[in-house]
């Protein structure tokens, strides 16, 4: 017999389910301790932390450092000193100074391009020169040539020019260590012929060579006997007086202060300062007319 209130118990579901279903939360907990309280299955609340990206900064002091790697700007310190020499001559106006690096090859890159009307090239100590501050004069440098190399130069490698007034041929230290005479004059002699045909109306001028006197006795006698050829020729400059010559270490390149008093000589001739008087040296005071630089002789 029912004993119930006359409700009929329409309810299919057992005990054990109504249990479950009384034991889901109605919605979804979203805060930790809420759903530790709600979940019995969990037996300790452990708080979560929240953890907020810090922005990043750049310590000072790497800041500084990097800017301290930094270079200021482009830097060559390996210069020699006549790359040191040339680069401040090649902004110094109007000085023309010009060095030809052979790079291995002598006869294919050693070349000369007249532009002005007096002309002074020569072995490696024409880098020490000073800045001759006229616009008539140019320089051109060849490290390590010999007359052969010179006359070779004026040859094959140089147009000829008639506007060029006067030239100075500063070769023949790299000659030293040849002692035949017969060889010497003959390299002389083409080396003079090769520069007429070249500049036909221009005054040829080599000057002697000034050595030191610590270079070997041999290197000694060969200089004297090609100097002795030199004067012969009669297109000679005399030598630098012996106090005013020095060299540094290597007893081949000038000083600066030789290089100095060598173009206050030179210069004498090109007829750009007055003739030194009373000077038994010089053969223009004995029987050689003065120098016009704006005459043209005859071609030769």
């Not at 002091?61 to 700007?73: I, L, S, Y």
């Not at 007086?241 to 173009?263: L, Q, V």
Request: glycine share 4%; hydrophobic share 30%; net charge positive.
């Amino acid at each position: 017999m029912d004993t119930s209130l006359g409700f009929k118990n329409t309810d299919k579901t057992t005990l054990t389910e109504r249990s479950t279903i009384s034991k889901t939360p109605p919605y979804q907990a979203h805060d930790p301790l809420e759903e530790w309280l709600m979940n019995p299955t969990i037996d300790t609340w452990e708080p979560k932390e929240i953890h907020k990206p810090q922005p990043q900064r750049t310590p000072r002091k790497q800041t500084r450092t990097k800017r301290a790697q930094t270079p200021p700007g482009p830097s060559n310190l390996d210069q020699d000193l006549d790359e040191l020499i040339r680069a401040l001559r090649e902004t110094t106006e109007p000085f023309l100074f010009t060095r030809h690096e052979h790079r291995g090859d002598k006869t294919s890159n050693w070349l000369l391009k007249p532009q002005r009307p007096f002309i002074i090239m020569g072995d490696s100590n024409m880098a020490r020169l000073p800045c001759i501050p006229d616009t008539s004069v140019q320089v051109d440098c060849y490290p390590g040539a010999n007359i052969a190399n010179a006359t070779h130069i004026l040859k094959n490698k140089t147009p000829t020019s008639p506007e060029t007034n006067i030239v100075i041929l500063s070769f023949g230290l790299n000659n030293r260590n040849q002692g035949n005479p017969t060889l010497l004059r003959q390299a002389v002699t083409r080396l003079i012929k090769t520069a007429k045909d070249t500049f036909p109306f221009a005054k040829i001028y080599i000057p002697l060579i000034s050595f030191s006197e610590h270079l070997h006795i041999m290197v000694q006698r060969n200089i004297r006997e090609l100097n002795h050829i030199l004067k012969e020729s009669d297109h000679h400059i005399p030598r630098l007086p012996h106090p005013s010559f020095k060299t540094n270490m290597d007893r081949i390149h000038w000083t600066p202060e030789t290089g100095e008093a060598m173009w206050k000589l030179w210069k004498t001739f090109l007829g750009l300062t007055p003739c030194p008087q009373d000077s038994v040296d010089n053969p223009r005071t004995n029987d050689s007319p003065p120098i016009t630089p704006t005459h043209k002789n005859k071609p030769h």
